[in-house]
């Protein structure tokens, strides 16, 4: 079974810095795309930043230069450095994974099977 776990949202002014994690566990191949996805109430899940296997790295562009996203294989984890973090920032925030090699644009939630639970991220004005 293939299970996603988020961890590190809290509160932080702004202008402040958090580190997100996520644990996988369950993936006997490595999966084709993993990625960060967030959600603010009212609005509809969106992308922030994916890994492809091969090591290409996308961003949305409102993230670019703030948040940056790494892995570490050895140990079946993802993470999500966020500087610099503005009012407009706080959401959920989603880990997910997919296996399929074919998926189109990478920052789309729809294409992304495997999610974790999420962990809230709020940033104070």
């Known amino acids: 079974q293939v299970r996603l776990v988020e961890s590190g949202g809290d509160s932080v002014q702004v202008g402040g810095s958090l580190r997100l994690s996520c644990g996988a566990s369950g993936i006997t191949y490595t999966p084709s795309y993993m990625g960060w996805f967030r959600q603010a109430p009212g609005s509809k899940r969106e992308g922030v930043a994916t890994i492809a296997e091969n090591g290409t790295l996308y961003y949305a562009d409102s993230v670019k230069g703030r948040f940056t996203i790494s892995r570490d294989n050895a140990k079946n984890t993802l993470y999500l450095q966020m500087d610099s973090l503005k009012p407009e920032d706080t959401a959920m925030y989603y880990c997910?994974?997919?296996?399929?090699?074919?998926?189109?644009?990478?920052?789309?939630?729809?294409?992304?099977?495997?999610w974790g639970q999420g962990t809230q991220v709020t940033v104070s004005t």
């Open positions: 997910a994974a997919t296996t399929s090699f074919n998926i189109g644009y990478p920052l789309r939630p729809a294409t992304f099977r495997y």
